[in-house]
């Protein structure tokens, strides 16, 4: 099967660090990732706890939840995670980068996976695609609200 990508920019005024802090902590989730995660916990947490890498996330809304390990946690810049379960598609890694810029922080959150299903991988990209530009973007007006 072939390897699908996608990725979506955002800019905030907030730093990285009130980025990273957001993102990080899976409870907090469905305070501001939007109508397709209405519940967020841990599952486990990871090394530093709670949302270091090998922690799981627990996301979305009954009865389809998706779980999420984290695999690169590196404040305030740098967060990785792989989809477990809840999504038709295998070998997901989604890598948000939050770099310094001027006016506060620019968010890149790309991703790649390969489809479970045959046939599906040019539908499920179109929809990863909206899901993560979605998120990039409420993460970072989320992290600026935060701020005030």
């Excluded at 005024?13 to 902590?25: E, I, N, R």
């Excluded at 009954?62 to 946690?73: D, F, L, S």
């Amino acid at each position: 099967m072939s390897e699908y990508s996608f990725s979506a920019e955002a800019t905030s005024s907030a730093a990285p660090d009130a980025l990273f802090a957001v993102l990080a902590h899976a409870p907090g989730w469905k305070d501001w990732a939007g109508w397709f995660v209405r519940e967020s916990s841990w599952d486990r947490e990871g090394t530093p706890p709670p949302g270091g890498v090998g922690s799981i996330r627990k996301v979305g809304a009954k009865p389809v939840y998706g779980r999420e390990e984290t695999v690169e946690y590196d404040p305030p810049t740098r967060f990785a995670y792989r989809i477990l379960s809840g999504q038709p598609v295998k070998s997901y890694r989604a890598d948000v980068e939050l770099t310094p810029i001027e006016s506060g922080t620019r968010v890149r959150w790309s991703g790649r996976f390969e489809p479970s299903i045959p046939g599906t991988g040019p539908f499920m990209r179109w929809y990863f695609q909206r899901l993560v530009t979605g998120f990039a973007r409420r993460l970072a007006a989320y992290a600026e609200r935060q701020r005030t």
